[in-house]
C-alpha cells in the first residue's frame, strides 16, 4: 500500500480495527501468524489423518464403519476413472448455482426493501421468521407436486433451503449502513432509489457478499435432499445410490469431496471479495 | 436579508422509550457572510437543530426560512459536513467528490475540473486517486469540506467536523478553514463543543443551554480577521474564552446538580 | 460379541431387535408384539422401523440387529455387500400389492416405450419392472428412467412429472384413491413369486441361539394363524403398526399372501430355488456389480424352520 | 430507566447506536413502530391466508397440490384429539433440546478457546470449516453404523447439523471481545483462566445467546432428517408418515406448526436473552 | 528512587503486512511523587509506550524498572485508565471497583467498603448501583479512576482518559483528577494530545516526535499549586502552550512535507 504510513488515522478508529486483528503479547487473542496458521492446520488434517490410518491399518474397526483411507482413495479413483465423478460434480454443480441464483436474485431486492424501508420489514419479517423455521427436507413432497420431477424441482429445494436466511441477513446487512452516509446523500437532494443505489447497496457491499459466500455453502447442504429425487446424477443422488449399496466407500469419498469443493469455493469468494471490495478492510482473514 | 431564519422551531423526538424534548421554542437568524459557532454541552439539542436546519429532520412546531423562502427537506442550497468521517469508503477521493456534482447539469470533463479545483483548495489533489482509508482522519475531513463546498451552498452546516481529531490536527484544520472561510465567505453554522475553537473561528457564538435546548448566549467575536496561528494564544479569545467558559461552567453544575436529585429521589 | 444376545432360559426373554419397513407384508410382526406371542414363545422382540433398505442394512450391518425383513432381491444385495445373512423364514409374495401404474392414455406395458417412468433403481419396483418390461420385449433403454423414492414415484405420477410410476402397497392404495384416474397395467400377481419377502438373522448369532431363531419363527407362525382367524382384528392390528387407518388399507391386504411356517418350509425347500434364479437373472440385467453374481437360494437354512416345525 | 437522563453519554458512542436504531423523517431507515409492525405483519399474514383460502374454495387448485385451510385445520384437530400430536411434539422437543444441549457443551468451550487462543483457531477452524460443508443429511447411514438405531443416532444427527455453525460462530462472538477489556484484566494480574472466566465470556454473553437462538432454530431443520430412522414419534416421523400416504393436509398441518414452534421458541429465547442480559443493549428489538 | 524507569526501550511491531518502527531508543524516568504528561501527534507511539509500561507489551529491546526493579508482565504495582470506556457493562458500576480487588486477601465487607470509598473520592458513590450504560462518558470515566486508584498502585497509567469527552466535560474531569492527584500523590503518566491538558495537569510535559517515536523535548511546567479552573487562562499557561505549539507544529509540518513527497514520489 503506498500510502502505508498515512493509513493509522486517529487513534479511536484504528484502536477499534486493531481490537479485531490485534497482535499481543499474551497468548490471548494473538492472531498467529499465516504461517503459523498453515502448520497447525495441516498438522491437525495430518494427524486426524494418520489416526484414521493406523485404525484402520490395524483393523480396530470395521472396514463398513470406518473404511480405510486407500479404500476410500480406490472408490474415488474409480469413479474417477469412468468419468461418472465429473459429470456428477458438474452436474450438481450447475444445480446448486442456478438454484443459488434464483434465490439471490429474489433475496438480494427483497433483503434490500426490508432493510431500508421500515414498512417492508413490518410487512415481510414475520412472515420470513415463519417460514424459515421449517425444515426443508419436509417439502420434498409438496415440491414434486408443485414442480415435477425436473431441474425445477431440485430448484425449488435449493431455494427453500436458501432464500429465507439469504433475505433475513441481507436485511441486517443492510440495516448497517451508516445514516450519516444516507444523510449526505440526502443534502444533496438525492430521492430514494438514487440512495439505495448510490449509496445503501455500495456500502452495504461487502457485508452482502459475505452473506452470499455463507449462504452458497449452505445451499450445499440442500444437495442431497434435491438430488433425492429423479436425478440421474449429481453427488448427493450418487451418494444415495452408494447408501442403498451400502458402498461405505464411497460415501466417504464424496462426503470428503464435498467438504473440499465447498472449502475451495469458500476461498474463491473469499479472493474475490477482496478484489470487489478493495475499500473495505472489516473482512475477516 | 437572512441566509437562513430559524423561526419558533422545537422539537420533540418520540421513540418506543418515551418522548424526549429536544428543543424549546428557538428564535434566530444567520446573515449571509457570517460565521457562527454553536457551542453547548453533550446532548443539548446542536445537532437537532443543524439536522432541521438541513432539512433531514422535521421540527415539530415553526420553520425554516433559506434566503427568506421557507424549506421543508434537504437542497442543494444548503451543504453539511458530519463530525464522522462521511466518505464514502468504496469511492476514490476524486469520486467522493464528484458524487456531490452528479446530476447536475455539467460535462464529465467539467465535472472532473470542478472536484479537482475544490481538492485543491483544501490541499488534497495529490490523494486523488487515494480511498478514503488510506488518509488519515484530517485528510479525511478537509476531503469532506471540499466536497460540501464543491456545490457551491449558501449556507455550510458543520456538525463538530473536527471532533474525532486530534488536537494538533485540529488546528491545523481550524486554520484550513479560517483561510477558505475569509477567501469564499458564505454563511457557516460550525456546531463545537470546544470554546477556544468556536472563539478563534467565529464571528459570532451561540451558547445553547442544556436539555431542552435554548439559546441561552448570543456573543459577538469581535477579533481582527485574517486570523492566523497567533489567535490562539491572543489576549482577546483568552477574554472571550473566560466569558464562555463561565457561561458552560453554570450549565454543567446545574445538570450535576439535576442528576444527583434525580438519582437520590 | 456383545451385541449379540443369547438365549439364557426362559425365565429371562431373549431379546431379538428385527429391522423392518412399513411394508403390510412385515405385518404380521405387529400382531406378535400386539399379542404377546413373542413373550409366549420365551423372547423379547423389539421391532425397529426403517424408510429405506439403506438404513435398515446400516443398522444390520453395524451389529444393532439380529434380524431383518426385506425383500427377496434386497436380501441379494446384501449377501452381495458380504453381510453374514441366513434366510430362515419365506414370509409373504406380493400379488397385486406391488405394480406398476399409469395415466389413462397408456395401456400396456408395450405402450411405455418412450415414456417417463419413476421408481427407485435397485428394489422391488426394479425387479417388477424389469420383468415387465422384458415380457413386452422391452428394455430399460427403451423407457426413460426416472429414479425415485418409492414414498415420492406415486407423487410425481399424479403431479404429472411422470407418464408411469413403479410401486407397492399402501402406496398404490393411497394413490388411487388420490387419483382415480390412474389404474395398473401390471402387477407383481402376474409373475407370482417375482416379488417376495424372507425374514433373514446374523448368521453367527443363529449359529449360536438356535434355539431363539425357531421360537421367532414359531410366534411368526401363531400370528399369521391369528391372522387367518381373526382378519378385522388383525388387519387393524398392522395398520396401527404401519401408521395408517385400516380403512385405507383393506384393499391393499388383499394383494398379499401371508406364508406360514409350514409353507415356508415347503417354499424355500421346493420352489425357492427357481425364484431366486428369476430374480438373480433379473439382477444381473442390471448390470449392477453390486448385486449380481450372488447365490440367494445358498443362504437359505430351513434347519431352525424344520426344528420349530417339528417342535410345533 | 431511572436514569433514562443521564443516558445520551457521548455523542459518539450514541451516534452510533442511534445509526442502528433510527427514527427518522426519511422513509429510509425509519424504524416502524410497534403498532405498525404488528399491523402490517398481521396484514401480509391474513392476506396470504384470505388468498389460500380463497384459492382452494373457488377450488382453483387440486386439493392434494394445495389443501384449504379447513383440510388442514381439520388434520391438526385429528392429530390433537387422539393424543398423538402431543406425544409427537413432546418427543422432538426432548430430541432437538438434547441434541442441542450436548452440541451446546462442547461448542461453547471450544468456540471459546479457538476464538480467544490463536493456535486453537489455528489448529481448528480449517478442520471444521471442510468439515460444515457435508451435508448431514448424508451422515445418515454413517451415523447409524455408528451410534445404532436408538436415540443416540437422533441426537448425533441434530448435533452434526448444529454443532460446526455453533463453534465457528461462538469463535466470531468471543473474538470481539473488545481487547480493553481484556488489557483491564491483564493489569489487575489475571492469568488466562481467570480472563477468560471473568472477562471473555460474561462481554460475549448477549453474542453468544444470539448465536444460540439462531443454531436453536437451524437445529429443527435437521428434526425430519434425525427422525428418519427408526422413530415411532415426533412431528419429523409424523411426517414422513403422511408423506407416504400422500396426506398433504396433515404435512401442511405439521411444517406450519413447526414453524410456529420455531417462532415462539425463538421470542421466549429473545425474551430470556433480554432477561439475562439486561445490561446490553445491542440485541436487536 | 525513580517510580518508573525506561531503559533503551524500543519497540517495532511485525505484522502480516510488514514491519513498523513504532519507538526508536527512550531512555527516561519518573519520580514518585511526579505528575508527569506525555504529549504526541497520533501514532506517534504514546499507547505503546503506555502499554510496555504496564507490561501489556514486550519492549523490542530495552527494559522497565519499577522501584528500582526490572518488570515484564503486568502487575498490580501500576494502574491503568484507558481512552475508551472500558466499564464492564455487565457489572454495576460497584461491582466494577470490586472486581479490582478480588482475589485479595480481604473480606467481603471490607472490599465492599474500600470500593465505595474510591467511588466517593470520584463523586460516583450515588450512581453505585448503576451499571455502566446508564452513566454518562465523563461519569465512566470517573469510575473507571476509581478502579485504577483503589488497589492504590504506585504508578497510575492514563492513555487519553478524557480524549472522548465532549470539551466541558473534560475540563471538570480535569478539576478532579487535579484534586485527587493533589490529596493523594504518586507518579502519573498521562498521555494526551491536547496541549492545554498537558499543562494545565502536569508538573512535567514530555514532547514525543512522530514515529518512529522519540523523546523530542521535557519541560518542566511551574504552576503553583493547588491549580483550579483558573489555570486554564491564566498567563504562564499561555506562555507554555505557546512554547508547546510550535514544538507541535514543527512536528505537524515535517509530517506534512514527508507525506506529499512520498505520494508524489
Ligand atoms: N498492535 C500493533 N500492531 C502493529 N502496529 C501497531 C500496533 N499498535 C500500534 N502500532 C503502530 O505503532 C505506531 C504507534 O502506535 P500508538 O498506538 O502507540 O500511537 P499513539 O501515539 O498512541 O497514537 P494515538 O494518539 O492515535 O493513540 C502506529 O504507527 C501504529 O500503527
Ligand atoms: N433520532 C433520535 N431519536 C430520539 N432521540 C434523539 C434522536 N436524536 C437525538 N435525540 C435526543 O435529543 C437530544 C439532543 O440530541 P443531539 O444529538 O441534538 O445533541 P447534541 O447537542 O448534538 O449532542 P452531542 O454533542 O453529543 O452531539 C438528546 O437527548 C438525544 O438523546
Ligand atoms: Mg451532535
Ligand atoms: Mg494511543
Known sequence: MSLGHATPATGELSTARRAVQPVRRHQLFHQPSRTAFWIWGSAVMAALGIVWFGVTALEFANPYFLPSPGAVWTAGYEMASTGQLWADTSESMRRIVIGFLISTALALPIGLLMGSVGRFEAALEPFIDFVRYMPAVAFVPLTIVWFGVDEGQKYSIIFIGTFFQQALMIMDNVKRTPLDYVRVGETLGLGTTKLLRRIVLPSSGPAIWDTLRISFGWAWTWLVVAELVAARDGLGQRIVVSQRYFDTDRIFFLIGLIGVIGLVLDQLFKIAGRALFRWSSTERG | ?265 | NSDVPSSSGDANPARVSMGTQAWIGYGPWHIVKEKGFDKNHGIDLDLVNFNTDADLSSAFAAGRLQAGNAATNTVAQFLKAGQPRTIVLFEDTSRTADAILARPDIRSVADLRGKKVAFEEGTTSDILLRHALSTAGLGMDDIKVVPTPASDAGSALISGGVDAAVTYEPYISALRRQDSEVAPIFTAGDKPGLISDTLTVNTEWAKKNPAVVSDLLLAWNDAVMYYREHKQEAQAIIAKGVGVDVADLTTSFDGVDFYDLQQSNTYLTKEFPETASVIEKVLSSTADESASGVSIAGAVDTSYGAKAGGAN
Not at chain 2, 415553526?62 to 421543508?72: P, Q
Not at chain 2, 459536513?81 to 458524487?99: G, K, M, R
Not at chain 2, 456531490?100 to 479545483?117: F, G, I, T, Y
Not at chain 2, 467536523?161 to 460550525?190: I, K, N, Y
Open chain 2, 1 to 265: 436579508m437572512s441566509a437562513v431564519r430559524i423561526v419558533n422551531v422545537t422539537k420533540t423526538y418520540t421513540t418506543r422509550s418515551g418522548r424526549t424534548q429536544a428543543l424549546s421554542p428557538i428564535n434566530v437568524s444567520f446573515r449571509p457572510d457570517e460565521f457562527t459557532a454553536i457551542l453547548g454541552t453533550s446532548g443539548c439539542g446542536k445537532s437537532t437543530l443543524l439536522h432541521i436546519v438541513a432539512g433531514l429532520e422535521q421540527p415539530s412546531t415553526g420553520h425554516i426560512e433559506v434566503n427568506g423562502t421557507a424549506v421543508s427537506g434537504p437542497g442543494r442550497d444548503r451543504g453539511m459536513v458530519f463530525q464522522n468521517y462521511t466518505l464514502f469508503p468504496w469511492l476514490t477521493v476524486q469520486q467522493n467528490v464528484e458524487f456531490a456534482l452528479r446530476d447536475l447539469p455539467m460535462s464529465r470533463r467539467k465535472r472532473h475540473d470542478q472536484a479537482r479545483e475544490y481538492l485543491g483548495l483544501v490541499g488534497m489533489e495529490a490523494f486523488a486517486a487515494a480511498h478514503p482509508s488510506e488518509l488519515s482522519g484530517g485528510m479525511r475531513q478537509r476531503v469532506a469540506i471540499a466536497r460540501a463546498l464543491s456545490y457551491q451552498p449558501r449556507v455550510l452546516l458543520m456538525d463538530e467536523p473536527f471532533g474525532a481529531l486530534d488536537a494538533q490536527t485540529r488546528q491545523g484544520m481550524q486554520m484550513l478553514l479560517t483561510r477558505v472561510w475569509e477567501e469564499h465567505r458564505m454563511s457557516v453554522l460550525f456546531v463545537t463543543h470546544d470554546i477556544e475553537e468556536a472563539v478563534c473561528l467565529s464571528d459570532r457564538v451561540i451558547v445553547m443551554s442544556r436539555r431542552p435546548g435554548a439559546i441561552k448566549a448570543d456573543l459577538a467575536i469581535d477579533i481582527p480577521r485574517p486570523r492566523g496561528i497567533d489567535t490562539l494564544t491572543s489576549a482577546e479569545l483568552n477574554g472571550y474564552k473566560a466569558e464562555l467558559l463561565q457561561l458552560i461552567r453554570e450549565e454543567a453544575d446545574d445538570a450535576q446538580t439535576a442528576a444527583s436529585a434525580k438519582r437520590a429521589g
